[in-house]
């Protein structure tokens, strides 16, 4: 019986690398990694991944690739809303000007707290570690707000959510008599 279920697994390995082979481009991985491709043959149409769930206690509804850490306004299931360009600019340089100081966000999962808020315009940071995190305040933090800025500009409107492999985000969002 041992024999049989280790026969079983080996034939089930084979069967997966020769399947893994013959969807690979003349049947040797490519050296790059997988790429997507469509299957002219059939005419299949390549859209969009949607996903809906919670991540590090947050709702999302989103399309677009696991790897996406960028979120641009409007964000469905989100709160949050935009706010003006040359405002999140203000704010980066704020933030910028302590650039090496260390900022400290008590532990999650699911705890934002205020990183900058000035001219109704919100910069928020979200752990989702069980543990306190210290950030570089002007480096990470900018860097990371400096990209919702750049891509997430609408017509003079920005607002999204910039997440880290280290388990947390940063927000931006509009806020009244900041």
Not at 89 to 104: A, F, K, P
Request: aromatic share 10%; hydrophobic share 35%.
């Amino acid at each position: 019986m041992r024999v049989t279920g280790l026969l079983q697994v080996f034939l089930l390995l084979t069967l997966s690398a020769l399947g893994l082979a013959a969807s690979l481009p003349n049947g040797r991985p490519n050296p790059d990694g997988l790429t997507v491709r469509t299957a002219p043959e059939r005419d299949y149409t390549i859209g969009k991944m949607g996903f809906k769930g919670l991540i590090g206690g947050h709702y999302f509804e989103l399309n677009g690739t696991i790897q996406t850490g960028l979120f641009c306004w409007p964000v469905p299931g989100q709160p949050w809303g935009p706010t003006y360009h040359d405002d999140v600019t203000d704010s980066v340089q704020g933030i910028r000007s302590i650039y090496s100081n260390l900022c400290y966000f008590p532990p999650g999962p699911g705890v934002c707290a205020p990183l900058t808020c000035t001219a109704n315009t919100q910069l928020m940071v979200c752990n989702d570690n069980n543990y306190e995190i210290v950030l570089e305040c002007g480096a990470t933090l900018g860097d990371m707000a400096q990209a919702i800025n750049d891509n997430c500009n609408n017509n003079g409107l920005t607002g999204g959510q910039q997440f880290n492999a280290l388990n947390y985000n940063l927000y931006t969002d509009w806020r009244n008599n900041c």
